[in-house]
């Protein structure tokens, strides 16, 4: 039973190695790895994945895929996208900024950042003001800003430049949208970058992280929310000697103590690389995710909970009071499910095998770059791989009058190529695949201990 349960896993992996070469720099399981819902229509629900998005209008009764080669983001996976309440979806590459009005049809590269060399990485916008939105750039040894939009995205203008720091992220405080903070560093060391008044004015706050320092400096530092409730109250992430903690502040950005970290009885347990967290509407439960589990901490609680479920992939959202959570349909048979109880039990509403091929209509890009690609793709998801014939309008998307339009038409322009070298080389993302594989030999080196 064991073989043949390896066997029909490996499967589908055998045939992600037949798709055409793009494809080949999403080698691995199949998963999800992000979920936006629509501001003002939790009806709709788009799901960022290591094989593109899958997409639902019909709050997840169905799911149609979207190719990433239809997302003119190369070999740059968004880890999270932010979906308007206009139906414009955009998201921060790390190469590219990328957007869509047609709800996934059709993909753009913003040229604003595009025409400047500019690497957008953080991405934020007040759901007070949705048409406000904030951008980081991140290209190491080149100049970078924070930039404003007040127009949904279609203009931006500098709000703080740096000739020297990496912008890794931006949040906006939900109670007080003048409350901005930024991640990021220089050569000296880890930055907050801190506005009271919605950028017009910036204060820089330095971290040495004297706990951490002995032998080497921690990097990549990343702003990961801000209290529902609280302006004062963040966390973020930073990466030390190959591991990652989870840091909370709770006097504006100038302080910052551990909550989660791989140390004395915890280590045992986390041994994989911090990937995002999620924290409750009253900041006192927080869920952080590796790539394959989720782990929990309630306030007062000495040591983080290895919850039962996700296992084999993980993440976690919290839209309003729901939190959605990634997992492995491989393993457990749901890729996207809803937690009414801090992860102890699961509602699922995404099950892999139930993809369908992309609903848009001819013309675009997803239409006529994905639907080709379909029966080879869905094999490795277990789906049905039967393309439906098209009749009357050759296939439209089920949504509202923000579907079947085009901001630019099928063009794919190119993303700039990946940095070579240096820590802080496209937000961490190196540093990540490091983690992952120091990940894999620490978990490796657990579960077959040397022979005596």
Known sequence: MKLLSSLRHALPLASLALLPTPALAHLGYPDTTSVTVRRGHPEDMFVGATFGAVISRDSGK???WI???AMSYGGWRPETFLWQPDGTLLAATGAALIRSHDSGCTWTVHDYFKSQGLWPMGLASPSSNPSRLWVTTGRSASPNGVFRSDDGGETFTPSLRSDTAV???VKVAPSDPRRLYVSGGTATGQRIYRSDDEGEHWEEIPHPFPEYSEGSRPYDLFVLRVADTDPDRLWARVSW???TYILESTDGGRT????LHPEGQDRDAIDEYL???EVSPDGNTLWAATPTRLFRVRAGESRATLLPLPDGNACAQREGD???VCGASRVHDWALATTADEGQTYTPILNLPDTRPPVCP???PTHDVCRPRWPQFAPTIEADPTLPDETGDGGTVDGGTDAGTSDGGPTQPEPPAPPKKGCSSAGGLLPAAAFLLLSTLRRSRRRNPPEN
């Open 256 to 259: 910052f103590r551990s909550v």
């Open 241 to 243: 000697q190959g591991w």
């Open 322 to 324: 729901v939190l959605y």
């Open 362 to 364: 001819a013309g675009t």
């Open 62 to 64: 169905t799911w149609s």
């Open 167 to 169: 912008f890794t992220a």
């Open 67 to 69: 190719c990433p080669e």
């Open 275 to 277: 990937m995002g967290m």
